[in-house]
């Protein structure tokens, strides 16, 4: 059986063994073999501990950013963590006590849907054959430990401290922001205690025990918000946790947890707890930090290993404050610290605590202004300490929306900052030696172009000497820091806060690699090309993608084995959300949008060096464009929606430097065209850039927004239909793919038609509509002319959300509607279509159909989407009645969390890699595309 969790799933998941309804039954497994979806576009949604996990949708996604040349992609997923009912917002690794590094057993995550889900990973036996990172994914289980619940808003921040190396009984806690207005605390092992806010004396909190955490403190902020938060301990004194908070009042606020007078008679939080249970204290506000000028969006933590905690904060106001957090020299009677006293101030000379600190070398005068300190009491005793202002980081031109620091190397925190911002770079920040002064060591990001629209995240891989970010449109980055052409590699980073600026040094430099791509909005179609080599998808965010099975390598230096499958083209950006599809054949293809045009797309030479030079694509096997008249590229206009084609005329003969030849055209477009021969799949910046289409004709006739696309099994017709609330509109027309001339109107429906089919050999188009009809369409004699043959009144009784036809024949097509029921229809020799048999009442609304004749069980399929995101399989052999029987239900942690809009069986072709299995790609609103495999045993 499959863990939870992990991409993959058997028979023995649901219960269920194939059959078609007589026979020997068949075991059947599935697995995930790739797994598309951007990063949602909130600060925070991604962290990275030995493995990244980023926010896709409502799903959390587990997987390896540098991925396994020869797995089932470049970045294998490993787990899907399926929990929220609504935009996951924020994700993190719990962080160990002491600063001792994140904990990737331990994952915190928290949403739109107001919870927090606090998920641990169990070991489990490794199966025997598990070879591909894919079937690794089985050892291991994800599992919700506790949902934490008592916010009545979005979660917008979340950070996790576990348990260890605070004393035995040290607790785990999770904080929590929300757009309620209110901070939680959640604590391990301990009683709810009482509610704090900006008033004391306030009621108990109302959020009981949940799992096995408790909600033990609240913090309110009235009108105001908490937009970042981050736990840690005080320096030299794990036991007492320290928490910072940045909101929209520009100041950074600092707590720490101070013991009861209850708690200190018991012995506190790092001994052994009393029989209550309690907490034994709160946190308690000690410093406002101020200084920003606008709202704090990141904050981060970093222990340094002779008692210096930096925090390091980041705001829209474009600046980077580094705040230091020590004890103070001279410890004497507590006073609420003012900071005045000669004993409370860090010495500048060069012995004393400046001298052992691992920023010694780089300590200077502090900087004038803000000086504080709090007094603590633990188990330890009384301790005071010192906050004060170390440093302000200028450089970025937009919001800062991240900053991380260096992930620990051992014992030894490297003193390295990273920065994210919306003015589309990535900083690496770290003091010079010579003065002291903090400087941009490294700058990576995008320089130009406005499609990018600036970075919400930034992330360093454990050695550091990888940079991840996340931005505005989902997108990941990732860099790898080489050594630059004829230098000596030293080595990976990894040994010492000294070796880790070497990351940054001269000597080596940030290469592009590729990265994790996908849609960031929901997936409205997908379709095949007639080779079964290639796959391509619309959405909602105004782009449609193409994917396909790369053999190239990785990078410059990677193998030359199969890498997976990857995005290899973004035909079009468009200004509008797109609806639909029709794939007409490898090299062209006609979408509609939120507009009563439907546009067509030609390949150009690009796109077929592309495919050459990626792929095994059977270019013998096609009629592949060509021609003096034939664009080079397209370039999207300043000004306009429609692509722009590029000749080959119209490049100027400018060399780009780099591994890559290219051409640059810049003729008033928001993107330049580069003819690049790639040799490894396309970077971000190339999709957006350098893989669009030239749009080739605009097809004029609806009077509404397009909802549907549909194209004949031999590619000579697209049938089209737009919203309607009359039968005037209500009409499917009926376009030439040759000369993209309109040939015909097909009328019976009153309200929108949903969906639409051409039967395998052309003779007959079904429709199905929100009006509950069934229409079936005659071929006449003249071509494209099609002439209605019966109509089925009340053939559901709800919305027809699909139609889909046997691949067998004519004789027969399914519909699935909301009313929950597949129903399949077959010809009866008098030429009636009449009802042959149905699934139902199905567990949810049926949204999505496709029906393949599998070679290699023997059997016919039924692949079946539902509106709350499920996948099921059904099978027949078509004798008889035509009675279905479950063949595969999908377990939850594989199947969409939203509407599934499209589902389509791969194309038989020559892919001895398939072996015994189908491919199944599916899309939804949640806005991932996943290909499965279907094994049969």
């Not at 993959?8 to 998941?13: H, V």
């Not at 930090?289 to 390091?312: E, K, N």
């Not at 509407?899 to 806005?927: F, H, K, M, N, Q």
């Amino acid at each position: 059986m499959a863990a939870a969790g992990s991409p993959r799933s058997t028979t023995g998941d649901d219960g269920h063994t194939g059959s078609g309804g007589t026979g020997p039954s068949i075991a059947v497994g599935v697995d995930l073999q790739a797994h598309f979806a951007g990063c949602n576009r909130t600060p925070g949604s991604a962290d990275w501990a030995s493995r990244l996990a980023y926010a896709a949708g409502n799903t959390v996604v587990v997987c390896d950013p540098k991925g396994t040349p020869g797995s089932a992609g470049l970045c294998p997923v490993e787990h899907l963590l399926v929990g929220h009912t609504d935009r996951v917002n924020c994700v993190k690794w719990a962080a160990r006590r002491g600063g001792g590094g994140l904990v990737d057993t331990t994952l915190v995550s928290g949403a739109t849907d107001a919870s927090v889900i606090v998920w641990r990973k169990q070991a489990d036996g490794v199966p025997d054959g598990a070879t591909s990172a894919v079937q690794q994914g089985v050892a291991s289980q994800w599992v919700v430990d506790t949902v934490l619940k008592g916010h009545t808003g979005a979660v917008t921040c979340i950070d996790a401290l576990e348990s260890g190396g605070g004393g035995a009984h040290s607790p785990s806690l999770v904080c929590s922001g929300s757009a309620d207005g209110t901070l939680r605390v959640w604590a391990s092992g301990c009683a709810p205690s009482v509610a704090t806010g900006a008033e004391p004396g306030t009621a108990p909190d109302a959020a009981a025990a949940v799992g096995g955490y408790s909600a033990v403190q609240t913090v309110s902020f009235g009108s105001g918000f908490a937009l970042a938060v981050a736990l840690a301990t005080l320096p030299n004194d794990p036991s007492i946790p320290v928490l910072a908070v940045g909101g929209d009042d520009f100041f950074v606020r600092l707590y720490v947890f101070q013991s009861t007078a209850a708690e200190s008679a018991a012995g506190g939080c790092g001994d052994p707890p009393p029989t209550s249970a309690s907490f034994g204290g709160e946190f308690a506000l000690v410093a406002q930090l101020p200084g920003h000028q606008d709202w704090i969006r990141s904050l981060a933590f970093a222990t340094f290993d002779s008692g210096v905690l930096m925090l390091a904060s980041g705001a829209q106001d474009m600046f980077i404050r580094l705040w230091q957090i020590e004890p103070r020299l001279h410890q004497g009677t507590a006073t609420k610290g003012d900071g005045e006293s000669e004993g409370s101030r860090v010495s500048d000379g060069d012995g004393g605590a400046a001298a052992a600190t691992p920023l010694s070398t780089f300590r200077r005068k502090a900087l004038e202004g803000f000086d504080s300190g709090f007094a603590v009491s633990s188990a330890k005793g009384a301790a005071r300490y010192s906050v004060r202002l170390d440093s302000l980081l200028m450089g970025h031109d937009n919001w800062v929306y991240s900053v991380r620091w260096h992930p620990r190397l051992g014992d030894t925190q490297p003193a390295v900052l990273l920065s994210a911002s919306m003015d589309r770079t990535l900083m690496l920040w770290t003091p010079d030696p010579s003065s002291g002064v903090w400087i941009d060591a490294a700058r990576m990001g995008e320089t130009g172009g406005t499609y990018t629209n600036g970075l919400f995240g930034g992330l360093l891989s454990p050695s550091g000497t990888v940079a991840l970010a996340h931005g505005f449109h989902g997108a990941f980055y990732l860099w790898e820091c080489v050594p630059a052409d004829g230098a000596a590699d030293s080595g990976a980073v990894t040994t010492s806060a000294t070796a880790a600026a070497a990351a940054i040094e001269i000597g080596r430099r940030w290469t592009p690699q590729v990265a994790i791509t996908g849609h960031f909005l929901g997936v409205r179609d997908l379709g095949w090309d007639p080779t079964g080599s290639t796959f391509c998808t619309a959405s909602d965010d105004q782009t449609v993608r193409i994917y396909a099975q790369c053999n190239a390598p990785a990078s410059r230096d990677g193998p030359s084995t199969a890498v997976g499958w990857h995005e290899i083209a973004r035909p079009q950006i468009h200004g509008y959300d797109l609806r639909c599809l029709a794939i007409v054949d490898a090299f062209t293809f006609a979408t509609g949008a939120d507009e009563k045009i439907i546009r067509v797309f030609e390949a150009p030479t690009a796109y077929v060096h592309t495919l050459r030079s990626l792929t095994d694509f059977p270019l013998g096997d096609v009629t592949v464009p060509s021609g003096p008249e034939r664009p080079i590229g397209a370039s999207i206009p300043a000004l306009g929606l429609s692509n722009k084609a590029v000749l080959s005329e119209d490049l100027t003969s400018q060399l780009v430097s780099g591994p890559n030849d290219s051409n640059t055209f810049n003729d008033g477009v928001v993107l330049p065209f580069e003819n690049v021969t790639l040799r490894s799949p396309p970077l971000e910046t190339h999709l957006v850039q350098n893989s669009l289409w030239p749009e080739a004709r605009k097809l004029y006739g609806h009077g509404f927004e397009l909802v549907s696309l549909s194209v004949s099994s031999h590619g000579d017709f697209v049938l089209s239909s737009c919203k309607a609330t009359t039968k005037e509109h209500a009409v499917i027309r009926v376009w030439n793919a040759k000369t993209w001339d309109q040939v015909g109107e097909l009328e019976g429906h009153k309200l929108t038609v949903t969906r639409t089919a051409f039967s395998p050999s052309d003779e007959w188009v079904v429709s199905g509509s929100r009006d509950r009809q069934v229409c079936i369409y005659r071929r006449q004699t003249e071509p494209g002319q099609y002439a209605l043959h019966q109509t089925i009144a009340k053939a559901h009784d709800r919305i027809i959300w699909d139609v889909v036809w046997t691949p067998s024949g004519d004789d027969a097509f399914a519909t699935g509607a909301r009313d929950k029921m597949v129903k399949f229809w077959k010809i009866q020799p008098s030429g009636k279509w009449e009802l042959a048999s149905k699934l139902g009442k199905l567990a949810e609304s049926v949204t999505a159909l496709d029906w393949v004749h599998s070679k290699r069980s023997g059997l016919h399929l039924l692949a079946v989407g539902f509106d709350d995101g499920r996948l099921e399989v059904f099978s027949t052999d078509l004798a008889g009645t035509m009675d279905w029987v479950p063949f595969h239900t999908f377990p939850k942690h594989l199947c969409h969390t939203s509407t599934v809009r499209r589902i389509r069986w791969r194309p038989p072709c020559e892919d001895a890699a398939r072996g015994g299995g189908d491919d199944l790609a599916t899309c939804s609103i949640d806005g991932s595309v996943r290909l499965f495999r279907v094994n049969y045993t």
